[in-house]
């Protein structure tokens, strides 16, 4: 089954303001999801197939997986484009049956994510990106409000 939300919706359900700060995002995950979030870079990732993030899904936690950058708003935006998929419920259980063959040992669900990745214009994949630069603006809008704070207030 597959719970998507609207972008408007999950910004709303996250009911983190108008700005927050990364760390702040990844906690509001884990807490509307009930479960843990770990999030790696893998170098690999990316070097042959141009791949910069993925989302796994586990029983007790979610992983996602980023590609290096040198930018560190480059590799942020991997990851926000990561959070929005597992935040707006893109599960993209519906389709492919033949990838159950073909890879057995990865979950279903990532399978099919890393498949369609490749049509970045589906309206999951524009959500989300929708999604990710919602929550950039947010996160960059905190970042110069705290730094205005400090050249205040020392």
Same mark, same amino acid.
């Given at each position: 089954m597959?719970?998507? @939300?609207?972008v408007?919706t999950a @910004?709303d359900?996250l009911a983190?303001?108008e700005?927050?700060?990364f #760390?702040?995002l990844?906690?509001?995950?884990?807490r509307?999801?009930?479960?843990?979030?770990?999030?790696v870079?893998l170098?690999e990732?990316? @070097?042959? =197939?141009?791949?910069?993030?993925v989302?796994?899904?586990? #029983?007790?936690?979610?992983?996602?997986?980023?590609?290096?950058s040198d930018?560190v708003?480059?590799?942020?935006q991997?990851?926000?484009?990561?959070l929005?998929?597992i935040?707006?419920g893109?599960?993209f259980?519906?389709e492919?049956?033949?990838v #159950?063959?073909?890879?057995? =040992?990865?979950?279903?669900?990532?399978?099919?994510r890393?498949l369609r990745?490749?049509n970045? =214009?589906?309206?999951?994949?524009v959500?989300?990106e929708?999604?990710a630069d919602?929550f950039?603006?947010?996160?960059?809008?905190s970042t110069?409000?705290?730094?205005r704070?400090?050249?205040i207030?020392?």
């Amino acid at each position: 089954m597959n719970n998507t @939300v609207s972008v408007a919706t999950a @910004v709303d359900e996250l009911a983190l303001g108008e700005t927050f700060t990364f #760390d702040e995002l990844v906690v509001a995950v884990e807490r509307n999801r009930g479960r843990r979030l770990r999030i790696v870079e893998l170098a690999e990732l990316g @070097v042959d =197939d141009g791949l910069c993030a993925v989302w796994l899904g586990a #029983d007790h936690q979610d992983l996602i997986l980023h590609a290096h950058s040198d930018s560190v708003l480059h590799r942020q935006q991997f990851v926000l484009h990561e959070l929005a998929h597992i935040i707006l419920g893109h599960n993209f259980d519906e389709e492919g049956q033949a990838v #159950d063959f073909l890879l057995p =040992d990865i979950p279903k669900e990532t399978r099919l994510r890393l498949l369609r990745r490749q049509n970045l =214009d589906t309206a999951e994949e524009v959500d989300a990106e929708t999604l990710a630069d919602i929550f950039a603006a947010a996160i960059r809008r905190s970042t110069r409000n705290s730094s205005r704070f400090a050249e205040i207030f020392g």
